[in-house]
């Protein structure tokens, strides 16, 4: 396993923690939402920023028990 610059780490630092704000933000415009069909939009799109994660774990909702 090589090592990563510290320039590179830093990166990956600030666009994990962006990724986590714009989940956030997202996450609470969700619970806000009035009807299905915005909450299916703001579901996509916090989709595209996270593709591995679940619904569930992007409602914020634990995986198991």
Not at 27 to 42: L, N, V
Request: hydrophobic share 25%.
């Amino acid at each position: 396993m090589s090592k990563i610059s510290p320039k590179r780490r830093q990166f990956e630092i600030r666009k994990k923690r962006k990724r986590k704000q714009k989940i956030k933000k997202l996450r609470e415009k969700y619970f806000k939402a009035k009807d299905e069909k915005e909450r299916m939009k703001i579901l996509e799109k916090m989709k595209k920023i996270c593709p591995h994660l679940s619904e569930k774990e992007l409602l914020g909702e634990k995986k198991g028990p």
